[in-house]
């Protein structure tokens, strides 16, 4: 069964440090996003993605963060400046279509900021 | 606001007993989705139920079973007869036709099931 993949699966960095978290979406997906989870809290939506532009975006996702399909098959996020409070979990999710409102999530890259 | 609402922050349970997790949301769509999901203590994120708006049978699966009421726009989740392999983190989650498709989360309840 096709399925999302995230690497690392940890990232430690310390801060001021660039990070890239990589994901490998459903191969004919087409809306792609990323979510955070802070340890022992909610999962939040970050940024939606779809045809090579952002499509929606939350407080959250400031400056500091970007996204980017770069060959077609990766969707990576990447944290320009990373901040202690950057530390958790994120998770990258693909959908199929526009009539199918279930996302696929993968295994999450647990990111601690030093 | 809060879209979605998990009440319960933690329930324990003894083995073998059943426990239902509440789920109430707030969408002014009329076409959404519910969702459940599980997180064990390794972190990812388990589909369990996916639920659309047009359709409020509920739905047994093994010693689950889901109770989707629009009139009091809940969505709840029974677990029967609890194992101690059901200790983890359940979130309810909401998707809307109208805001992008975004999930909306609650703040989870963390269930414990006790030997």
């Known amino acids: 069964e096709p399925e999302v993949t995230q690497t690392p699966s940890h990232q430690v960095t310390q801060m001021g440090q660039e990070v890239i978290l990589r994901c490998v979406p459903i191969?004919?997906?087409?809306?792609f996003y990323w979510y955070r989870q802070i340890l022992g809290q909610k999962v939040e939506f970050l940024v939606s993605f779809y045809n090579n532009e952002i499509s929606e975006k939350s407080e959250i996702f400031d400056d500091q963060f970007s996204v980017e399909r770069p060959d077609g098959s990766n969707f990576t996020l990447k944290i320009r400046s990373t901040k202690l409070e950057d530390s958790a979990m994120y998770f990258c999710?693909?959908?199929?279509?526009?009539?199918?409102?279930?996302?696929?999530f993968g295994p999450g890259t647990r990111l601690t900021v030093t | 606001a809060q879209k979605v609402t998990q009440a319960q922050t933690e329930i324990s349970v003894v083995e073998k007993e059943d426990v239902t997790l509440d789920c109430v949301y707030e969408?002014?769509?009329?076409?959404?989705?519910l969702f459940w999901y599980k997180q064990p203590p390794s972190g990812e994120l388990v589909f369990l139920i996916r639920r659309n708006s047009f359709d409020e049978q509920n739905e047994i699966s093994g010693r689950y079973s889901w109770n989707f009421q629009k009139s009091t726009s809940s969505f709840n989740f029974t677990i029967t007869a609890s194992q101690v392999v059901d200790s983890a983190v359940y979130f309810c989650?909401?998707?809307?036709?109208?805001?992008?498709?975004?999930?909306?989360f609650g703040t989870g309840t963390s269930l414990t099931v006790i030997p």
């Open positions: 989650a909401l998707s809307e036709a109208q805001n992008g498709n975004q999930f909306y």
């Open positions: 191969s004919n997906h087409l809306y």
């Open positions: 999710a693909s959908r199929d279509s526009r009539w199918d409102y279930e996302q696929y």
């Open positions: 969408t002014r769509d009329t076409t959404y989705y």
